[in-house]
């Protein structure tokens, strides 16, 4: 028997995988075949076998010590503390020691849109993309700071060269084609919900992103942060695509980072009421984390302070800023990864490809947030939710293109 053969079928024999050889003796292009066998080789069986099992157990934070974290209120900061973290951050800009990432992986798809999501029409009346509304930022940046920052756009296998051809058609949108690097999003195997890796209908091993924690190994993978320790960049905004009101290039953010000396901030934005399902910024155990609303106790997401705020009403918004220290001592870690119960359509024993109608395979994920509690403190900005704070999630309802529509015109008229 061929070694390699037999290699395979011995781990697959272990693992308790010998229905992907079902897909394998369908398969009639032998290159194809060599494919996949060499795409079954490049599983790590193990670590498959361990995520499954841990989403077998309930997840318990019964012994976690949670306290409220400390925040600086952007809004309210006098004229003097204004323009002294201003004065900090716009100098670190200047000197080019800021550079964005975007997280662009996903597909328009909820949406109604097809292609990649930062290719969709907000359906303003000048036509313009998200990703376009996002390069206007960078230019006028450019123009205050008198610097180009460089901007990593993060994709995945389904939407990067889509997504770089859709930068071409539009020459980039005026900004410097130099300042603007394309990397791809990490993958792990999806599962079924009883333990098996799944055949999808490209005829391949199933797979899907590692979730928005997956960028720490991604930048290192993929040679971004060699890229940026190149050009001297020392602090990292990360955002994703769908925020037309973001500020990834925000002065008063760096300038509270350096004043605090910190490796690591995040904005939040207050929560909407004290059962709103967001993760909010806390301690667990002493060091800074985000809490999923999920852990959180009735009691402790209504409790209030003296001033009638919520004591833990700090929402995670996804706009975080690094050190670029932070991103090498994070990356080199393994983030806790969280497991997502999903539709997938998968070919079964027999060839013929299903579509489920209910949840029916296991997706695993990493989150940024968990990147936190690897550091001793983080800086918290709250930020006004009018002015920071515009998803597109949904095709209609709350965080949809219509309210994220009127919160953009709502601003830009002010």
């Known amino acids: 028997m061929d070694e390699k053969m037999k290699q395979i079928e011995q781990t697959l024999s272990k693992y308790g995988q010998e229905q992907l050889l079902d897909e394998y003796n369908r398969l009639t292009d032998e290159n194809q075949k060599h494919e996949f066998l060499d795409s079954i080789l490049s599983i790590d069986f193990n670590q498959v076998k361990t995520l499954y099992e841990q989403g077998q157990k309930e997840t318990v934070f019964v012994n976690s010590k949670i306290e409220p974290i400390e925040y600086v209120d952007k809004s309210k900061l006098t004229k003097e503390e204004y323009e002294e973290l201003y004065n900090i951050g716009a100098d670190q800009i200047k000197k080019g020691k800021l550079a964005v990432v975007t997280m662009a992986g996903g597909q ?5 849109h097809e292609g990649p999501k930062g290719t969709y029409d907000l359906g303003l009346d000048t036509h313009k993309s998200l990703f376009e509304i996002l390069t206007d930022i960078f230019i006028k940046a450019k123009k205050e700071y008198e610097v180009e920052i460089p901007w990593y756009i993060m994709t995945s296998d389904e939407n990067d060269d889509e997504t770089e051809k859709f930068f071409e058609r539009n020459q980039y949108f005026g900004y410097s084609k130099n300042c603007i690097t394309f990397f791809k999003q990490g993958k792990l195997p999806m599962t079924s919900t009883d333990g098996k890796l799944l055949i999808d209908e490209h005829h391949k091993i199933k797979e899907a992103s590692d979730g928005h924690g ?14 940026m320790k190149a050009r001297g960049i020392e602090w990292i905004f990360i955002g994703g695509v769908d925020n037309v009101l973001v500020k990834p290039i925000d002065p008063i953010f760096v300038g509270l980072a350096i004043k605090k000396n910190v490796l690591a901030a995040g904005k939040s934005i207050v929560k909407a009421s004290p059962t709103e399902k967001v993760g909010v910024f806390c301690k667990r155990n002493g060091r800074p984390s985000v809490i999923e609303y999920s852990e959180i106790k009735p009691e402790m997401a209504e409790k209030r302070d003296e001033n009638g705020e919520l004591v833990y009403g700090e929402s995670h918004i996804l706009c975080n800023l690094f050190n670029i220290k932070a991103i090498e ?25 299903v579509k489920p109608e209910k949840p029916n395979a296991y997706k695993f994920e990493a989150f940024l947030f968990d990147a936190f509690e690897a550091l001793d403190n983080i800086a918290i900005l709250r930020v006004l939710r009018e002015e920071e704070f515009a998803p597109v999630k949904n095709a209609d309802g709350e965080d949809s293109p219509e309210t994220a529509r009127k919160l953009y015109n709502s601003f830009f008229k002010k």
């Open 214 to 227: 997956g960028i720490f190994r991604s930048m290192i993978d993929d040679g971004v942060l060699y890229d």
């Open 329 to 353: 001592k994070v990356g080199k870690m393994q983030l806790p990864y969280h497991i997502a119960v999903k539709k997938a359509s998968y070919i079964d024993k027999d060839g013929n490809l």
């Open 108 to 112: 328009g798809t909820r949406l109604g």
